[in-house]
């Protein structure tokens, strides 16, 4: 069939919160550098967070495009313009408007179809929670692939606690217990699992997951952002003894080789990214600790008072991204007094979005503070930074084993419960003594050197003939298959 067949179509559905949306354009991209012609569909107000890069696409000669689908905000009781779950997380955890959120997304069924009608793609790479995306896809004899937005050793660790249940038998919440099934002796605690893992608890959440689980083993299969080299063990059993159809293709953070696809990112404000980048060129290489808890996590005035005095104390140079609740209006009550003039130089504080794989590919960053959602732990990885990890919620926690325990590029911060959006409490000391751990000494190096070299084989992954090249490939030849 070769070169004579029809031009593979394939349609990109991203879940509407920045931590999904950004892989799967990425994604939608590498495709489209194959040969693929990608249509990502998304609503009126997300569509400008990322129209300027895939008009640079385009401009290369990519077949790509986007196609909006009205996002029936009023229609499920959200209000008008809630069109991203960021907006709705943004302060304090709201279970109603989440649930009209997801109420929200499930009437895009209808819309969707038609429009998987009038353009007949040959596959639906849909994001897990549309679970109703297999029925669409069905509809028009085409696969639909999942995307997680996470890699194979979270994905193991959730099946392997659902099949087990080891949780159950523990003695109280802060007994650790082994994750049975799974390689490398991995211990988790009952404090640190997801809210919707307790099934027991009978409520729209955790019906809501039941349905995402079904919904990934009836797909066609699961397409995975992670590498082979980062996790073979996990990778093999994924497939081989859960017996899943998956591909790895990436990282895929690091197709974007242009400095203003790396800064755009999802982005959403208008601060200026080269302001911190000429900060960042006057540092020496490896010496300023970066900070940051991605675009949900929100910490409260106590939390970060904590962060600025660990940080003051380690004694070293740092950038710190803050988003702040909306009700604070400039209160600055979460900084020790005369913080930002002591710290003149030293200290950048960011209020609001950062280009963060631009700061992770700087020479002078050497250490990252994060809550471990996995497009970050990528990303750190991609960049050979090692990290303190500080997990929040989502599957967050099993990152950090991870981090610590698998790849063992960084140490834990010590956080010990798994909170929906604000984190656990850490104090200043846990702070300083992580963020020295990562940064000076024999064992800061030893973390480093490790983190260099899986940054090495991260960008051979996606290189010509590299593991997740040549899965991306097999996965398109499967497509073409299926077609006929």
């Known amino acids: 069939m070769g070169s004579e067949s029809p031009q593979l179509h394939i349609f990109f ?79 304090e955890p709201n279970k ?18 038609h429009l998987l009608q009038e353009c007949r793609p040959d596959c639906l790479v849909a994001d897990m929670f549309f679970p109703w995306a297999n029925d669409a896809a069905a509809k028009f004899g085409m696969p639909r692939l999942v995307f997680h937005g996470t890699g194979f050793f979270p994905l193991c660790v959730s099946e392997c606690i659902k099949l087990y249940e080891p949780h159950k038998k523990a003695s109280s919440d802060s007994e650790p217990f082994v994750v049975p099934g799974l390689p490398g002796d991995i211990k988790l605690t009952r404090k640190q699992l997801p809210d919707f893992v307790f099934e027991d608890i009978q409520d729209d959440r955790t019906r809501f997951f039941k349905q995402v689980k079904e919904s990934d083993l009836k797909s066609y299969g699961i397409v995975v952002n992670s590498f082979y ?6 990778a093999d059993h994924f497939r081989q003894v859960l017996g899943r159809k998956a591909w790895h293709i990436g990282p895929v953070s690091l197709y974007n080789r242009g400095i203003e696809d790396k800064a755009e990112r999802g982005k959403q404000a208008s601060i200026d990214e080269h302001e911190c980048l000429k900060w960042l060129d006057s540092k020496k290489p490896n010496s300023v600790v970066y900070v940051c808890f991605g675009s949900v996590a929100n910490f409260n005035s106590a939390q970060l008072m904590e962060i600025a005095v660990g940080l003051e104390a380690s004694g070293q140079q740092f950038i710190w991204v803050v988003r702040r609740d909306k009700a604070d209006k400039g209160n600055e009550d979460w900084l020790p007094e005369g913080f930002e003039k002591r710290m003149e130089g030293k200290g950048l504080i960011i209020r609001g979005w950062a280009p963060q794989v631009l700061i992770l590919d700087h020479e002078a960053t050497g250490g990252f503070v994060t809550h471990c959602g996995w497009n970050s732990t990528l990303e750190a990885v991609s960049a050979g930074v090692p990290m303190v990890t500080w997990p929040v919620a989502a599957e967050q926690f099993y990152n950090e084993k991870f981090v610590t325990q698998v790849v063992k590029n960084g140490v834990a911060v010590g956080v010990q419960q798994w909170t929906r959006l604000v984190g656990d409490f850490v104090k200043s000391e846990n ?41 991306l490939k097999a996965l398109i030849e499967e497509l073409k298959l299926c077609r006929h």
């Open 13 to 91: 559905f991203p879940f509407m919160a920045h931590g999904h949306m950004i892989p799967t354009i990425d994604m939608a991209k590498l495709f489209a550098s194959q040969g693929v012609k990608a249509t990502i569909i998304t609503t009126p107000l997300n569509a400008p967070l990322f129209s300027k890069s895939i008009q640079r696409a385009r401009d290369l000669g990519f077949d790509i495009h986007i196609r909006t689908l009205k996002f029936p905000a009023v229609e499920a009781g959200l209000p008008e313009g809630c069109e991203n779950v960021d907006t709705i997380t943004s302060n």
């Open 96 to 113: 109603g408007l989440l649930t009209k959120f997801a109420v929200a997304t499930s009437m895009l069924q209808e819309p969707l179809e």
């Open 229 to 234: 080299e980062l996790e073979p063990a996990y």
């Open 431 to 471: 702070v300083e003594k992580a963020v020295k751990e990562i940064m000076v000494g024999d064992k800061a190096e030893e973390i480093r050197s490790r983190a260099k070299a899986v940054a090495g084989m991260a960008k051979r992954a996606i290189e010509n003939g590299g593991s997740s090249n040549s899965s």
